[in-house]
């Protein structure tokens, strides 16, 4: 049978069950997890000092171009109605909605990017892609015809 080796001052440490306690409690470098919580960082906002990562920045130029072409296509449609024999105030509302639709997109967008500077990544998008959906140029879509 052999033994463990020993220390090097030759004696023999016959205690083997200290090797499996941890420690007195009350000992100051005894850790317990139930009074020491570990410190997690917050990973809720972002600094808005950091660059964008190249995902980021390609998701923002796809979303970019989308509102660019929605724009387009809400000028086109306002540019082709028209409303005719109504009084000055209706009129002055319709023209108002007007513009207020051909710089929806873009005001979104901007909005977006400034608004949510500090928010993470994941959010911003998230409203982008909430924003494509809501200003969708569906009478574009509808007054034309594809065939």
Not at 4 to 18: F, K, M, Q, T, W
Not at 25 to 36: G, K
Not at 101 to 124: D, E, H, N, Q, Y
């Amino acid at each position: 049978m052999t033994t463990a080796a020993s220390p090097p001052d030759g004696s023999v440490d016959h205690d083997d069950e200290d090797a499996l306690s941890w420690g007195d409690a009350n000992d100051t470098t005894h850790v317990d997890a139930a009074h020491n919580p570990v410190a997690v960082p917050d990973r809720g906002g972002r600094d808005p000092e950091r660059p964008e990562t190249s995902g980021a920045l390609i998701g923002f130029g796809v979303f970019g171009g989308l509102y660019l072409l929605y724009t387009v296509a809400w000028l086109l449609t306002a540019s082709t109605s028209y409303v005719a024999n109504v009084d000055t105030v209706l009129t002055v509302f319709v023209e108002v909605l007007r513009f207020l639709s051909i710089v929806a997109p873009a005001l979104w967008f901007t909005v977006v990017l400034w608004a949510g500077r500090g928010r993470r990544t994941r959010t911003r998008l998230l409203w982008m892609l909430l924003g494509a959906a809501v200003l969708f140029p569906w009478p574009f879509l509808m007054t034309r015809s594809f065939g």
